[in-house]
């Protein structure tokens, strides 16, 4: 049985350059180890992917849509459908000191970003540079090895790893209620400190919402403990029943709520980090 278009899948993979079999990506912690990639603050773990809607690359999107659960299969992605053909165009010489105060430390191969762009330094000389915004990855063919790990197909797990995508939530972090048309969900003090948290909060809700029939209404509660609580207890489940801050500097309500009449169907689900991002990212 393949997928359909819009299924939630959990995709481990790794990601090489088909010529010189360098990875640039993974979510195997044993194949990171064996790239310069290895991070050891990161958890590496199977990613959610909504197969056939952009969420990685084309190649890849279009592979996975004749896939089954515990398939792996190695997929080979052309420059068309991976990140693009190399484009001169994309190539410009600046003066150096257009690059700011630390002109002068940039090198060959560093990654600066300029003019809400990011590129790649590839010459510098006579008070110039020479700046290529073609993707790291341009012209090159990808080879991925995936392994289709899980569908998730109950509302529970749907909300889990919707809220795991956005947010940097372990399995225990990621608190919420779901019951009918209703989900609350809890925001951890360090969470609700995180910078952009409204711009993710509106991502995550329109995820929700296209994923889940019937779901009219989610509420963002975050949860502030006095260090009393932090050290002798474990924070409560969180409650349908609005509740106020906890913190005792402030009685404003903590509560934020969206609330639809109908849910939203139109995919404003954000792109795959391997296709969108910019070269800094890849990564």
Same mark, same amino acid.
């Given at each position: 049985?393949?997928?359909?278009?819009?299924?939630?899948?959990?995709?481990?993979?790794?990601?090489?350059?088909?010529?010189?079999?360098?990875?640039?990506?993974?979510?195997?912690?044993?194949?990171?180890?064996?790239?310069?990639?290895?991070?050891?603050?990161?958890?590496?773990?199977?990613?959610?992917?909504?197969?056939?809607?952009?969420?990685? +690359?084309?190649?890849? !999107? =279009?592979?996975?849509?004749?896939?089954?659960?515990?398939?792996?299969?190695? &997929? /080979?992605? %052309?420059? @068309?459908?991976?990140?693009?053909?190399?484009?001169?165009?994309?190539?410009?010489?600046?003066?150096?000191?257009?690059?700011?105060?630390?002109?002068?430390?940039?090198?060959?191969?560093?990654?600066?970003?300029?003019?809400?762009?990011?590129?790649?330094?590839?010459?510098?000389?006579?008070?110039?540079?020479?700046?290529?915004?073609?993707?790291?990855?341009?012209?090159?063919?990808?080879?991925?090895?995936?392994?289709?790990?899980?569908?998730?197909?109950?509302?529970?797990?749907?909300?889990?790893?919707?809220?795991?995508?956005? +947010?940097?939530?372990? !399995? =225990?972090?990621?608190?919420?209620?779901?019951?009918?048309?209703?989900?609350? &969900? /809890?925001? %951890?003090? @360090?969470?609700?400190?995180?910078?952009?948290?409204?711009?993710?909060?509106?991502?995550?809700?329109?995820?929700?919402?296209?994923?889940?029939?019937?779901?009219?209404?989610?509420?963002?509660?975050?949860?502030?403990?006095?260090?009393?609580?932090?050290?002798?207890?474990?924070?409560?489940?969180?409650?349908?029943?609005?509740?106020?801050?906890?913190?005792?500097?402030?009685?404003?309500?903590?509560?934020?709520?969206?609330?639809?009449?109908?849910?939203?169907?139109?995919?404003?689900?954000?792109?795959?980090?391997?296709?969108?991002?910019?070269?800094?990212?890849?990564?």
């Amino acid at each position: 049985m393949t997928f359909d278009k819009g299924s939630l899948i959990l995709l481990d993979y790794t990601a090489r350059i088909k010529d010189n079999g360098e990875i640039f990506e993974t979510t195997i912690e044993e194949d990171a180890k064996k790239s310069n990639l290895y991070d050891p603050t990161r958890t590496y773990e199977p990613r959610l992917i909504s197969v056939g809607e952009g969420w990685v +690359l084309k190649g890849l !999107d =279009e592979a996975l849509t004749s896939t089954d659960v515990g398939q792996k299969l190695s &997929i /080979e992605i %052309s420059p @068309d459908k991976g990140f693009g053909e190399r484009d001169t165009n994309k190539v410009r010489m600046i003066p150096q000191r257009k690059l700011g105060e630390k002109a002068n430390e940039i090198k060959v191969g560093d990654v600066v970003e300029l003019d809400d762009r990011t590129g790649i330094i590839r010459y510098i000389g006579s008070g110039r540079v020479q700046i290529d915004y073609n993707h790291r990855l341009a012209s090159r063919v990808l080879v991925y090895d995936v392994n289709v790990v899980k569908k998730i197909e109950s509302n529970d797990d749907k909300i889990k790893y919707l809220l795991k995508r956005r +947010l940097p939530l372990d !399995d =225990e972090k990621a608190k919420f209620e779901y019951n009918d048309d209703t989900v609350v &969900i /809890e925001l %951890s003090e @360090d969470i609700s400190l995180l910078d952009g948290l409204q711009i993710i909060k509106k991502a995550v809700t329109a995820d929700i919402f296209k994923f889940i029939d019937g779901l009219n209404k989610i509420t963002f509660q975050e949860v502030y403990l006095s260090q009393k609580a932090k050290d002798s207890s474990s924070p409560p489940p969180p409650s349908s029943t609005p509740a106020n801050e906890t913190a005792e500097s402030s009685s404003t309500p903590a509560n934020q709520t969206v609330t639809s009449n109908t849910s939203p169907r139109s995919d404003t689900s954000l792109r795959s980090e391997t296709a969108s991002k910019s070269e800094n990212k890849t990564e």
